[in-house]
T-cell receptor, first 117, second 116 residues
Framework: GAGVSQSPRYKVTKRGQDVALRCDPI?????LYWYRQALGQGPEFLTY????????KSGLPNDRFSAERPEGSISTLTIQRTEQRDSAMYRC???????????????FGPGTRLTVL | AQSVSQHNHHVILSEAASLELGCNYS??????LFWYVQYPGQHLQLLLK??????LVKGIKGFEAEFIKSKFSFNLRKPSVQWSDTAEYFC??????????????FGAGTRLAVHP
């Protein structure tokens, strides 16, 4: 596709349920990033991948959060045993280059709005 | 902790007014700087970016930003706003300040409302 796509766009779940959020990056982009944005705040880094390798997961808040990108393209962010504090906009971005490059640019998808009741 | 500050959380302007949104970061080393915009109902879009060279950067839709290293600032400007500029604007920085060029640190955002 022309841009980064995410699904679902909206997800409402009950506390304790698991959720899986999907990101489809721009074709050819080798790096993929996940951010979380709470209401009234800017996006905060969660994790990123180069191809299928998860290079940095320092932003994942706890072990209920995990992410994978098994074939180096589509990525899934999974939240187990959701809690109300997990409610936020989850944003995915992708970029062309695979190295820690100062000349690279991240392009964002529309986000998934997660609400945990 | 390293951070990005956007001083104005809400700005209201009339059409044709001039705009300046402040952005400051708390690091004195090499940084890449960005402004992203989110129009109502749309996703985050890149407005402009600074990597190196001329500190005055031109972006899309008539926006520009000036990198002032001595002030750790990267303010966004537009000489004459339009109603269609109503959006939320985010400043972002990366580099050693964020732990590498693969991580962006965002400010809290500024909501701009332009009245006809």
């Amino acid at each position: 596709g022309a841009g980064v796509s995410q699904s679902p766009r909206y997800k409402v779940t009950k506390r304790g349920q698991d959720v899986a959020l999907r990101c489809d990056p721009i074709s050819g982009h080798v790096s993929l990033y996940w951010y979380r944005q709470a209401l009234g705040q800017g996006p905060e880094f969660l994790t990123y991948f180069n191809y299928e390798a998860q290079q940095d997961k320092s932003g994942l808040p706890n072990d209920r959060f995990s992410a994978e990108r098994p074939e180096g393209s589509i990525s899934t962010l999974t939240i187990q045993r959701t809690e109300q504090r997990d409610s936020a906009m989850y944003r995915c971005a992708s970029s062309l280059l695979e190295i820690d490059s100062p000349s690279d640019t991240q392009y964002f998808g529309p986000g998934t709005r997660l609400t945990v009741l | 902790a390293q951070s990005v500050s956007q001083h104005n959380h809400h700005v209201i302007l009339s059409e044709a007014a001039s705009l300046e949104l402040g952005c400051n970061y708390s690091y004195g080393g090499t940084v890449n700087l960005f402004w992203y915009v989110q129009y109502p109902g749309q996703h985050l879009q890149l407005l402009l970016k600074y990597f190196s060279g001329d500190p005055l950067v031109k972006g899309i839709k008539g926006f520009e930003a000036e990198f002032i290293k001595s002030k750790f600032s990267f303010n966004l400007r537009k000489p004459s706003v339009q109603w269609s500029d109503t959006a939320e604007y985010f400043c972002a920085v990366r580099g050693p300040i964020s732990g590498g060029y693969n991580k962006l640190i965002f400010g809290a955002g500024t909501r701009l409302a332009v009245h006809p």
